[in-house]
């Protein structure tokens, strides 16, 4: 059974970093592009980074430059690093691996940046 589960969300002030993990199993991440989503309250859901399998970066361009994408496939874990975080930046994240017609989501993890 394959699951990805997230996790190091959390409250943060704005300016405040976080870093978010997503641990899976079932399957190997190696083969997989890795891609981090979130969604906000009444909003869809929006692509935030993605990292393919050989290592390559995009961004949406509401985070390029403050957040920051990277795999480890030696622990089978995929990781999202939030620095200079904002109020805009609350939302629900998700972690989805995906490789051909193969796609998994992990259940998201909520991160709140508030005063």
């Known amino acids: 059974q394959v699951q990805l589960v997230e996790s190091g969300g959390g409250l943060v002030q704005p300016g405040g970093s976080l870093r978010l993990s997503c641990a899976a199993s079932?399957?190997?991440?190696?083969?997989?592009?890795m891609n981090w989503y979130r969604q906000a309250p009444g909003k869809q859901r929006e692509l935030v980074a993605r990292i393919s399998r050989g290592g390559t970066q995009t961004y949406a361009d509401s985070t390029k430059g403050r957040f920051t994408i990277s795999r480890d496939n030696a622990k089978n874990t995929a990781y999202l690093q939030m620095n200079n975080l904002k109020p805009e930046d609350t939302a629900i994240y998700y972690c989805n691996a995906n490789f051909a017609a193969n796609s998994y989501w992990g259940q998201g993890t909520q991160v709140t940046v508030s005063s």
């Open positions: 079932g399957i190997s991440i190696s083969i997989y592009g």
